[in-house]
C-alpha cells in the first residue's frame, strides 16, 4: 500500500448516514477555521446504507485536519488512504534520472496474492501485497480432500453464503449456477473479471462444471474490489466489508496479503468482520520459504490463515512462514498459518469457460474456503455452531501433522475433511489453545525452541500461545490462568510466567508463557514437566447465561546445566526496529525493483541460518529484547550486535563500556551502509500520490552505531562498498557494506579490494577497485596484569549473515571474530595487519535532514527528537506453584502421534494427487452431482457408528454431556440429487 496525498479516512463511533458524517467533520473543521477540504464520493452498492466512515480530500499538510477532527466526540480515528497494488513495479524514468532513481507506482502495496501462469512461478521475496500465481495439474481438488464423502451425504453448501473479494466474474460464466450477487467497489465501472484470479478462486470454491469447486451448491457473493491492473484502495475494501456484514455473508475468502497490518482502519474492520460473524480465510502469502514473512491479514488471530502444500503434500517452499512479527522486536511473535492445504497445481475455472492449473497460497485459500462453504452447509441451520472461532478449531484441532515441518510452517498442519465434518457436527461450546501444547525438546515441530535447551540464568523464553473462543465473540479469562509443576516430573526446576488478554475479543486472545530454569536447576540435566490451566467464560447473546470452558496446556521443557559463559551469545533484539512503516530501504542496494525492508529483523526469521551455524557450532544464542542495561554480562561471552536501525541510549553505551572493560564481555557488531547523499539519490517520486519517498535512515543507523564504537576508538565511513572477497579458500560478497573510518592502532585490520557503490549510485559510473577496510579485531582494551576486559570486532556487512539477501554466507568469517573475542587468536588463513593511520578521530556522520526516524523509535522521543527515559527493565512476576503428583510418563502429549488408530477413514492427502482415488466422479462429469455413495462410505458408516456406539456406552456414565452428543453419520442417506 501507499498513503494518498491529501486524502483522509475518518472512522467515527457507530454507523450514521453519510450526511450526518459530512455534517460532523463540516462541524469540526469549520470550527478551527480550516476549509480547503471536500468530499469524495463513493458511487457503490453501500451508498445507500449507513456507514462508519468517510474519505476527504484536503489541501496543504494533512496535520491540522487531523488534529482539528480529533476533537469531535463521534471521531473514532483519522487515517491516510491508502492505495494498494499488485506489486511495486518501475515505470520509465525521466530523462534526467538514472538506473538509481526510479518513479514508482506504489510504496507498500496490498495485492491480491500473485498468481502465475503455468510453469512460471517465481518465489517473491518480497513483502507486497498480492495475487499470488501458478503450476499446472490435471486432478480435481476436491478428490483429494475427499469433498466426494461430503456430497453422499448430502451436503454441497446450501444456504451457505460466500463473499469472493477478488477481480471480479464475468456474467452468466457457465460454471456457476448460483451467483447471488455482483457488485463493484473499484473507479471502473465494470464487474466482469478482467484479470482472471476472481474467476479461479470463486470456481474452486463453488464451480459446479468441469473443475469442480468444493461447494456448488453455496451463493456465491462476487465483490470486485481490484481493478484491472490490480489497483485498489483502503476505503474500497472498508465499503465492501460494510456492505458484506449487511449482507451477511457466512464465508469471506481473501486471497491477498501484506505486510501492512499497521493500515489500522484495514486491521479493524477485519475485527469487525469477524465479530459479526464472518469467517474469513486468507492466504498466508507467497514470501517463502524466508521466516517471518505472514501476510495481513491472514496473521489476525480471528482470521484463517492459509498456507501451501506441494502435491505430495509437502511445505511449498513459496509458503509464507512465521512467526508473526506484530511482536517484536520487545516480545515473540504467534504461530501461523493456522493450517495448510494443497496450493500447488490445482485445477480451477478460466475467464470464459474451461479451466486452468495455478499455484500460490491464493489458490489455497479458496480451497480452504470452499471445505469451510462445505462443512458449513452441515450447520448452516445451528446458528450455535457456526461462528469464526468454531471453524476454525474444526479445521485445527483435526489437522494431520505435516512430517519434517515445524509448526511456523504449518500452523496446526494439513486439512481433513472427514474428521472436521465429524468435529463439527458434534461440536459442544469450549476454547482451544493453539499450539495445543509447549513440549519445548519435540524437533522439528516446536523449532525453534526444541533447538537449545534452557538453563539456569538464561534469557526467558517466552511462547505465545492462542486462545480460540468458540463461546462467543467475547470472552473473559476467570482470575488467572494456574501453573501446576508436576511433583515426579521435576517441575520444580522451573519458573512460570504468564500473561494473558483482559478480553478475547473478537473469538480469540493470547496467553504468553514465559519460561525460564530456576536457580536450583543450575547443574541438572533432564526434563521438566507442568500444565497450565486456563478458565474462560462467555455471556450468551440469546437465552441469556453463561458458559465456561477450560483447557490445559502441557509443559515439558528440556534443561542442561548452565554452560560456559564463553559459549554463550547475546543477541541484541531492543536496537533492531520492528516492523517499519516508514521508508526503510534494503540493506543491499542492488535490489532496486524492491527497494523498501517490510520484514523486521529477528534471529528467528531472516537470520535463521545464522542461528544454526551457531547453534551447530556448539554456542547457546539468547534473544535480549530491551535495552542493554537489562542483562547480567557477567553471564555471557559475547554480545552479538547485527544491522541496528534504533538509536541507543546513553546510559546503556555507558553500561556497556563497563561490561568490556570490567566484566569481561566481548562485542560482536555487523553493520551496513550508510551516506546521506545515497540515501537522498535513491528517494523515489510516486506517481499516484506526487510525493517523494526518501529513506528515514540507511541500511544501518551508522551515527547511532558510531556513538557506541568510538569509547573504542572505532568508526564506520560513509562510504558504501561492495564486491566479491576471497580470502584463502573461503568467499563471501560485500553487499552494499561500510568501511572502517577509525580503528586504533593496536587493533588489526583486514583489507579486501572493493568498489565504490557510494559513487556509482551518485555519478552513474563504476568507481575503480580500492583497497579499503572493513574487518577489525580490537585486543583487550586494558592489557593489564589480571586485566578482565572482553575483545571488541567489528565488520561493515550484514547481507552476507541475512538470508533475505545473501548471496554467499561469510559464517566462517563470524567463525574467525568468535575464535578471537573469545581467545584472541588470529589463524593464519586471516591476512589481519596491524592498523596505521586509521586511528584519527572522525567527525560524527550526518543526519539526513527531515528524518522521520523518531516517529518508529522506542528511544528517541516523538515530541523532542532526543531520546527518552531510559524504560524499566522486565520484572518477571512468576506464577504461584500448585504442585500436583504427576509424571512424566502418565502425561501423553496430545499431538505426538501422526497415525491415528480410532477406526475412522483416514484421508490420502499424503499421497501424490495422481494416486488419489475414491468416489464416484470420473474426469468426463460435466456437472457436479450427488449421487450414492460408493461402496467404503457405506463400510466406513457403518464401522464409524459402532464405534460411536461403544464409545457412547463407555462414557455414558461419566457425563451427561456425552449423553447429548450426535452421531457423526446419523442422517438418513439423501436421494440422489442431479445440480
Known amino acids: 500500500f501507499e498513503t494518498v496525498r491529501g486524502e483522509l479516512i475518518v472512522t467515527f463511533r457507530g454507523y450514521h448516514r453519510s450526511s450526518a458524517l459530512i455534517g ?249 468482520l469477524t465479530a459479526n460473524n464472518v469467517i474469513l480465510i486468507s492466504a498466508i502469502g507467497n514470501d517463502g520459504p524466508l521466516y517471518g514473512t505472514l501476510n495481513n491479514p491472514a496473521d489476525q488471530m480471528d482470521v484463517i490463515g492459509v498456507g501451501g502444500l506441494t502435491q505430495d503434500g509437502r511445505i511449498a517452499s513459496f509458503s509464507s512462514r512465521g512467526m508473526t512479527t506484530w511482536e517484536l522486536p520487545a516480545g515473540y511473535g504467534r504461530v501461523k498459518p493456522d493450517i495448510v492445504t494443497f496450493g500447488t497445481s490445482v485445477r480451477g475455472s478460466s475467464l470464459k469457460g474451461g479451466c486452468r492449473s495455478l499455484s500460490g497460497t491464493s489458490v489455497a485459500s479458496p480451497v480452504v474456503a470452499g471445505v469451510v462453504s462445505l462443512l458449513a452447509s452441515a450447520v448452516v441451520d445451528r446458528r450455535e455452531a457456526l461462528n469464526p472461532a468454531i471453524m476454525k478449531q474444526a479445521l485445527m484441532v483435526t489437522a494431520e501433522r505435516v512430517p519434517n515441518a515445524n509448526m511456523f510452517e504449518q500452523g496446526a498442519g494439513k486439512i481433513n475433511l472427514w474428521k472436521a465434518y465429524k468435529y463439527l457436527i458434534n461440536y459442544e461450546p469450549r476454547i482451544t489453545l493453539s499450539p495445543s501444547y509447549l513440549d519445548l525438546s519435540e524437533c522439528p515441530y516446536m523449532w525453534p525452541y526444541c533447538s537449545q535447551p534452557i538453563y539456569t540464568g538464561g534469557q526467558p523464553v517466552t511462547a505465545n500461545v492462542t486462545i480460540l473462543n468458540g463461546m462467543g465473540v467475547v470472552g473473559h479469562i476467570v482470575g488467572e490462568p494456574t501453573w501446576h509443576p508436576y511433583v515426579q516430573g521435576n517441575g520444580d526446576m522451573i519458573q512460570v510466567s504468564i500473561s494473558s488478554s483482559a478480553v478475547l475479543w473478537p ?128 553471564q555471557y561471552g559475547t554480545l552479538l550486535i547485527v544491522d541496528p536501525e534504533e538509536e541507543l541510549y546513553t546510559d546503556d553505551i555507558a553500561k556497556l563500556r563497563n561490561d568490556v572493560s570490567h566484566h569481561g564481555l566481548s562485542v560482536i557488531v555487523l553493520a551496513d551502509w550508510y551516506n546521506t547523499s545515497v540515501m537522498h539519490r535513491i528517494k523515489f517520486y510516486d506517481e499516484n500520490t506526487r510525493q517523494w519517498w526518501t529513506p528515514d535512515t540507511g541500511g544501518s543507523n551508522l551515527p547511532a552505531l558510531n556513538r557506541l564504537l568510538q569509547i573504542w576508538g572505532l568508526a564506520f565511513s560513509d562510504q558504501v562498498w561492495e564486491g566479491d572477497i576471497t580470502v584463502g579458500p573461503h568467499e563471501t560478497y560485500f553487499a552494499s557494506g561500510a568501511s572502517l573510518a577509525s580503528v586504533p592502532d593496536s587493533a588489526h585490520v583486514l583489507t579486501v579490494p572493493l568498489h565504490n557503490q557510494g559513487y556509482e549510485v551518485l555519478e552513474g559510473t563504476q568507481s575503480a577497485t580500492k583497497e579499503v ?207
Open 24 to 272: 460532523y467533520v463540516r462541524k469540526s473543521l469549520s470550527a478551527a477555521n480550516v476549509s480547503a477540504w471536500s468530499v469524495i464520493e463513493r458511487e457503490n452498492a453501500a451508498a445507500q446504507y449507513p456507514t462508519d466512515f468517510v474519505v476527504i480530500k484536503v489541501e496543504g499538510e494533512a496535520e491540522p485536519f487531523i488534529d482539528s477532527l480529533h476533537r469531535h466526540k463521534l471521531v473514532r480515528q483519522v487515517h491516510r488512504q491508502q492505495r494498494i497494488t499488485r506489486s511495486l513495479k518501475s515505470i520509465k524514468n525521466d530523462p534526467e534520472e538514472d538506473e538509481w532513481r526510479g518513479h514508482w507506482t506504489s510504496r507498500q502495496p496490498r495485492h491480491v496474492q500473485k498468481e502465475q501462469p503455468d510453469n512460471a512461478f517465481r518465489p517473491n521475496n518480497g513483502g507486497n501485497r498480492r495475487i499470488q500465481w501458478s503450476v499446472p495439474f490435471h486432478q480435481q481438488i476436491t478428490r483429494a480432500l475427499h469433498a466426494e464423502e461430503l456430497w453422499a451425504l448430502g451436503l454441497g453448501g446450501k444456504g451457505v453464503r460466500v463473499a469472493v473479494f477478488d477481480t471480479g466474474l464475468a456474467k452468466g460464466h457457465p460454471h456457476f449456477r448460483r451467483v447471488k450477487d455482483r457488485s463493484n467497489w473499484t473507479d471502473e465501472k465494470l464487474f466482469d473479471d478482467g484479470v482472471g484470479h476472481g474467476t479461479f478462486v470463486a470456481g474452486v470454491i463453488g464451480s459446479s462444471r468441469e473443475c469442480l469447486g468444493f461447494a456448488p451448491e453455496a451463493e456465491l457473493y462476487i465483490f470486485r474490489v481490484f481493478t484491472n491492473t490490480q489497483v485498489s484502495y483502503t476505503s474500497w475494501f472498508l465499503d465492501a466489508f460494510n456492505y458484506a456484514i449487511l449482507k451477511k455473508i457466512h464465508v469471506l475468502n481473501l486471497s491477498i496479503g501484506g505486510p501492512d497490518f499497521k493500515d489500522q482502519p484495514f486491521v479493524d474492520k477485519v475485527w469487525e
Open 507 to 634: 473469538w480469540a486472545g493470547y496467553m504468553a508463557v514465559t519460561i525460564v530454569a530456576s536457580p536450583a536447576a543450575a547443574h541438572f540435566e533432564g526434563y521438566a514437566m507442568g500444565h497450565i490451566t486456563v478458565t474462560v467464560t462467555s455471556d450468551q447473546k440469546e437465552g441469556g447465561g453463561r458458559l465456561e470452558s477450560n483447557a490445559t496446556l502441557q509443559v515439558k521443557v528440556r534443561l542442561v546445566a548452565t554452560p560456559p559463559r564463553h559459549k554463550r551469545i547475546l543477541w541484541d533484539q531492543f536496537h533492531n526496529l520492528g516492523y517499519p512503516p516508514g521508508y526503510f530501504p534494503r540493506d543491499n542496494l542492488r535490489m532496486k525493483n524492491d527497494p523498501l525492508d517490510w520484514n523486521g529483523d529477528h534471529i528467528h526469521t531472516n537470520f535463521r541460518q545464522l542461528y544454526h551455524h551457531l547453534r551447530n557450532s556448539g554456542y547457546y544464542v539468547e534473544t535480549l529484547g530491551s535495552p542493554l542495561s537489562c542483562f547480567d554480562a557477567s
Open 773 to 979: 577496510p572493513v574487518l577489525a579485531f580490537l585486543p583487550r582494551p586494558d592489557t593489564g596484569k589480571g586485566s578482565t576486559s572482553g575483545r571488541v570486532a567489528v565488520y561493515g556487512d550484514s547481507n552476507c549473515v541475512d538470508d533475505s539477501h545473501m548471496q554467499k554466507d561469510c559464517f566462517w568469517l563470524i567463525d574467525h571474530m568468535l575464535r578471537f573475542v573469545i581467545s584472541g587468536s588470529i589463524t593464519a588463513d586471516l591476512p589481519m595487519h596491524q592498523s596505521s593511520g586509521l586511528s584519527s578521530q572522525q567527525d560524527p556522520l550526518p543526519l539526513l535532514p527531515g528524518s522521520r526516524l523518531n516517529r518508529y523509535s522506542k528511544v528517541v522521543s516523538l515530541d523532542t527528537g532526543k531520546p527518552s527515559a531510559l524504560p524499566a527493565c522486565n520484572n518477571w512476576t512468576w506464577s504461584k506453584p500448585i504442585p500436583v503428583n504427576m509424571s512424566m510418563e502418565s502425561v501423553d502429549f496430545p499431538m505426538h502421534h501422526h497415525t491415528h488408530s480410532d477406526g475412522l477413514h483416514q484421508s490420502s492427502v499424503d499421497q501424490p494427487f495422481s494416486e488419489v482415488q475414491g468416489g464416484d466422479f470420473t474426469e468426463e462429469h460435466e456437472s457436479w452431482q450427488i449421487g450414492s455413495p460408493p461402496m467404503f462410505i457405506v463400510v466406513l458408516a457403518s464401522t464409524s457408528l459402532i464405534v460411536f456406539c461403544l464409545t457412547q456406552l463407555r462414557w455414558s456414565g461419566n457425563s451427561s454431556r456425552h449423553n447429548r452428543r450426535k452421531s457423526a453419520l446419523n442422517t438418513s442417506r439423501p436421494t440422489p440429487m442431479r445440480f
